[in-house]
């Protein structure tokens, strides 16, 4: 039943900003490890609010295991909150 | 029989996401799609399953399985925990491109409505109500994600509007009307009615009804006086004519929380705290809607005795999650042994300006400040920054839920 794990790791992220109805595209992040990935689709954007903060959640998969990244738009800040590569 | 039909064009249009919950999920996490998965409200192998995907479903799983039930059916099942935030964005997406063709939208749930295009422009209303269907199909899938896909369903009135929806899933378009009403109702059983099962099914049984056809037959008369027993006998008669009985906007009445409680070995005390933190969700709800609140209920369900309840009204209005847990904790003292499932409600609502003066004015107007002050806090920086210390360990226990049927809090 514990097939997902839950983080709060702080990371880099390389994102590009255009247009559309998603303007904002992670497309790959580096975590503490070191460790780069490269984010194949976003699966799905939401903004959610923690009190008035906004923080955007982006559901992404390198292909591989599927990882959730939480943009803070007031602290600029990213964190990866969970990782599930139990699939296989 | 015919004649009676509602035979106007057909300007309701029910939708329906497919396998809601599941099918979010196989939209964010693309790892997950074309697999069988099921959501659940908390990770246990006893809990009961929300949402199936069209995988799980494929296999005989069913929504209110138990996951250890599932799990035979599917050995490879990939069981997820429901995750409010991401459905309440996609209900509110939804919303937004329905509202696109008309101001005039019901959400009956949070993966469900209908648009009443009679009362748009004639822009909209004039064109082909099956083209706007697959232009909302389309919307959907450019809009939130590929993997998304609905039902939809056109017709004179709610009720056939979701029967429609009903009839191809996944992702089917259909439309009754005047002309296939009676071809659609022959491939029906009574219970892909909304509304009939159980208690009604076996009602129109017990009379000789059987099929939606022998129900679509059946006169207005029989349907009341010995069916349903009420009006609504009539109601039926209309509703399954393709005329409108369900364009109605329920009252709130009573506004309530409940907790299936994570061991059914808790000590009181620790049972009493999961109560006060549903007193303080309570609360916070009775206070979005602007509303107060004479009555306090508790129920409990226990393995031996079954259902237990205990209510209390008040002479004066009450408001905060304090008065509420004081009435409820007082009716919780005769609450049985061997507990597994809490609630708590508060009921004879009324709106807030409504408040008549009290002769404890100044007491009342001190509560209400901290309450309001407590309640600007927790907007501010998130829900329960502040909350009484009673309930500090019972918040990874009692999460917030998503409630079906309901689209006040979403």
């Known amino acids: ?88 | 029989m015919r004649e009676q039909y509602n035979t106007e064009r057909p300007l309701i249009m029910h939708i329906d996401l497919n396998s809601c919950f599941a099918t979010v999920e196989q939209q964010a996490r693309p790892m997950l799609r074309n697999r069988p998965v099921v959501i659940v409200n908390r990770r246990t192998e006893s809990t009961s399953i929300v949402t199936a995907s069209y995988e799980a479903k494929a296999f005989g799983v069913k929504v209110g399985m138990r996951v250890k039930d599932a799990k035979k059916l599917v050995p490879g099942l990939i069981v997820l925990e429901s995750d409010p935030a991401k459905y309440r964005y996609v209900y509110h997406k939804m919303m937004s491109i329905m509202k696109r063709y008309s101001p005039h939208i019901t959400m009956k749930s949070i993966d469900e409505g209908a648009i009443d295009f009679s009362l748009t422009t004639d822009i909209i209303r004039n064109r082909d109500l099956v083209d706007v269907g697959h232009e909302m199909k389309l919307r959907l899938k450019e809009e939130i994600g590929r993997a998304m896909r609905c039902n939809v369903g056109i017709s004179t009135n709610r009720f056939l509007a979701k029967t429609a929806a009903s009839l191809h899933k996944p992702d089917g378009l259909d439309i009754i009307d005047h002309s296939n009403l009676r071809l659609v109702f022959a491939t029906l059983k009574l219970t892909d009615l909304t509304g009939i099962a159980g208690r009604n099914e076996r009602r129109l049984n017990a009379v000789g009804i059987y099929t939606p056809l022998e129900f679509l037959d059946t006169n207005a008369h029989i349907l009341h006086a010995m069916v349903f027993k009420s009006i609504l006998g009539e109601q039926w008669y209309q509703r399954l004519r393709g005329y409108e009985v369900d364009d109605v906007t329920h009252e709130l009445k009573t506004i309530g929380r409940q907790y299936v409680l994570e061991d059914r070995n808790l000590p009181h005390v620790a049972i009493l705290q999961r109560l006060h933190h549903l007193c303080e969700s309570v609360g916070a709800r009775l206070r979005s809607q602007g509303k107060r609140a004479r009555g306090v209920l508790v129920y409990a369900k226990t393995t031996e005795r079954g259902y237990w309840h205990a209510r209390h009204m008040c002479d004066l209005p009450f408001f905060s999650d304090g008065a509420i847990y004081a009435q409820a904790s007082m009716l919780f003292a005769g609450v049985p042994a061997g507990i597994y499932e809490i609630g708590v409600s508060c009921y004879e609502l009324s709106d807030s300006v409504d408040d008549q003066l009290s002769l404890f004015g100044d007491q009342l107007a001190r509560e209400q400040q901290v309450t309001e002050a407590i309640d600007a806090i927790n907007k501010r920086f998130g829900d329960r920054t502040i909350h009484v210390a009673d309930t500090l360990g019972t918040g990874s226990h009692v999460k917030q839920k998503i409630p079906f049927g309901s689209t006040r809090y979403l």
């Open chain 1, 1 to 88: 039943m514990d097939d997902e794990t839950f983080l709060n790791e702080r990371i880099e992220v390389l994102a590009s900003f255009g247009e559309g109805l998603n303007p904002c595209k992670p497309l790959r992040f580096r975590r503490v490890s070191g460790r780069e990935v490269a984010i194949s689709e976003i699966g799905l954007r939401y903004p959610t609010n923690k009190g008035m903060r906004t923080v955007h959640v982006f559901d992404v998969t390198d292909g591989g295991a599927d990882y959730r990244l939480e943009f803070d738009t007031e602290r600029l800040t990213w964190y990866l909150t969970r990782e599930a590569d139990h699939y296989a």
